[in-house]
């Protein structure tokens, strides 16, 4: 199954809004097995987007078009599609009924325009809306109709992702499965290695692949700050095979790249570690600098971590480092103080473990510090302690980020080993 993401809107085209609406898109067929080719992002008007529809529906089974269905002129994604599709747009009255009633219950009178949006091409079949009024559209195309499909979402972002899920893949996997053909998707989620390492390892297991037949297949993504992702896609002509093929060849992947791999699909590093911590029945406590914060932040919002998370002893200042933790008077961005701080951290809370971050974000340096140095210390489980240094790049943020996800899985690979 291939298909392709278009974008409308002009505002895309000035730079005024960034397109995460198609990245997300991508990013929920791959995860799915579904080939995304392309990629288009075209203004608010009806040639050009339908254009833009004909060629996509020329090279690929599927095209999902997102935004241009609100109740303003320059919304003209249902005309386009209506060129495509060469039939007349009507108007749906139960359709227009619901989005009176949503207008109503929300205690809001209904503007005109927004009847527009009960404007249906003959042969779409309208997605119920549960978040605003646009209607999404499911369009019959190809030869014979219906032998390849759109989809029209509204482009605000909660509205687009909750249609996707509920009713575009769920679709786009039945249109498969009608071609006597399942795919489906499994990212293993890593972290600590390099992309170029990972690309070493994977390289022959890939390149066995291809002489298979590629099927499995296996390509792999940088994801910034959440480390690198190896996909796994397969086709089989069930469900329970293509399973049963996905467990094999995860199975091999993990004895490939051991604990670098830390979850698979939506599987995020504190998720991880908040596991293991419930698995092994610890506590923990944090001692935070240069992170701020970020660290707990992100561990609170582990479903049930107060079983497991202590609190959090966000220490910004030298001064506070040594009243609130003890720390000597001198230097802090060393690895002495941040074994010290975990340890602190530990002893103040009364917990299992501590975690510790100090570095320099920047953009100045401190203490004759080089921007992005961060040492992690760790305390625990038992007597026994461990500090890493590290240099990250990027700016500010980006250090500050890296170190959290750098702190976590330091702590994730202690706990698998204890």
């Known amino acids: 199954m291939k298909a392709e993401i278009i974008t409308v809107g002009t505002e895309l085209l000035l730079g005024h809004i960034v397109d995460t609406n198609a990245t997300w898109l991508a990013e929920q067929l791959a995860s799915s097995g579904v080939d995304c080719h392309q990629i288009t992002t075209v203004g608010d008007n009806i040639p050009r987007i339908a254009a833009a529809i004909a060629a996509a529906l020329a090279r690929s089974d599927a095209a999902i078009v997102c935004g241009g269905l609100g109740p303003t002129q320059d919304d003209v994604t249902r005309d386009a599609l209506a060129d495509v599709m060469e039939v007349p747009l009507v108007r749906d009255e139960q359709l227009l009924e619901r989005i009176r009633t949503k207008f109503i219950t929300a205690g809001r009178t209904m503007a005109k325009s927004n009847a527009r949006q009960a404007d249906v091409p003959v042969g779409a079949t309208a997605i119920p809306q549960h978040l605003g009024t646009a209607p999404g559209l499911v369009c019959p195309a190809g030869s014979p109709p219906g032998a390849k499909v759109i989809y029209a979402l509204p482009g605000v972002p909660a509205e687009m992702k909750e249609m996707t899920l509920r009713a575009v893949l769920p679709d786009l996997g039945r249109r498969a499965g009608d071609h006597g053909e399942v795919i489906v998707s499994r990212v293993l989620r890593t972290w600590g290695l390099p992309e170029s390492t990972l690309a070493e390892i994977l390289g022959p297991r890939i390149r066995?692949?291809?002489?298979?037949?590629?099927?499995?297949?296996?390509?792999?993504?940088?994801?910034?700050?959440?480390?690198?992702?190896?996909?796994?896609?397969?086709?089989?002509?069930?469900?329970?095979?293509?399973?049963?093929?996905?467990?094999?060849?995860?199975?091999?992947?993990?004895?490939?790249?051991?604990?670098?791999?830390?979850?698979?699909?939506?599987?995020?590093?504190?998720?991880?570690?908040?596991?293991?911590?419930?698995?092994?029945?610890?506590?923990?406590?944090?001692?935070?600098?240069?992170?701020?914060?970020?660290?707990?932040?992100?561990?609170?919002?582990?479903?049930?971590?107060?079983?497991?998370?202590?609190?959090?002893?966000?220490?910004?200042?030298?001064?506070?480092?040594?009243?609130?933790?003890?720390?000597?008077?001198?230097?802090?961005?060393?690895?002495?103080?941040?074994?010290?701080?975990?340890?602190?951290?530990?002893?103040?809370?009364?917990?299992?473990?501590?975690?510790?971050?100090?570095?320099?974000?920047?953009?100045?340096?401190?203490?004759?510090?080089?921007?992005?140095?961060?040492?992690?210390?760790?305390?625990?489980?038992?007597?026994?302690?461990?500090?890493?240094?590290?240099?990250?790049?990027?700016?500010?943020?980006?250090?500050?980020?890296?170190?959290?996800?750098?702190?976590?899985?330091?702590?994730?690979?202690?706990?698998?080993?204890?």
Do not use: C
């Open 208 to 418: 066995e692949l291809d002489e298979m037949g590629a099927n499995p297949t296996l390509a792999f993504q940088a994801s910034g700050i959440e480390g690198i992702r190896a996909r796994v896609t397969v086709k089989a002509s069930n469900r329970a095979t293509a399973n049963a093929l996905l467990d094999r060849e995860e199975g091999i992947l993990r004895d490939l790249l051991g604990t670098a791999v830390f979850g698979l699909d939506s599987t995020t590093m504190e998720q991880a570690v908040g596991a293991l911590m419930k698995e092994r029945r610890l506590t923990m406590a944090l001692a935070e600098s240069l992170t701020g914060g970020l660290i707990s932040s992100r561990l609170v919002g582990v479903p049930g971590a107060s079983s497991w998370l202590r609190g959090s002893v966000v220490a910004y200042g030298p001064g506070v480092k040594q009243a609130m933790l003890g720390i000597p008077d001198g230097p802090v961005v060393t690895r002495e103080a941040a074994r010290q701080m975990a340890e602190a951290a530990r002893r103040l809370l009364g917990a299992d473990v501590g975690l510790s971050a100090t570095g320099v974000a920047g953009p100045d340096r401190q203490e004759n510090v080089e921007v992005g140095t961060v040492h992690i210390g760790l305390a625990g489980p038992g007597e026994g302690h461990e500090v890493l240094s590290v240099r990250l790049p990027g700016d500010r943020e980006q250090v500050r980020q890296l170190a959290v996800i750098s702190a976590l899985d330091l702590l994730r690979r202690r706990l698998i080993s204890a």
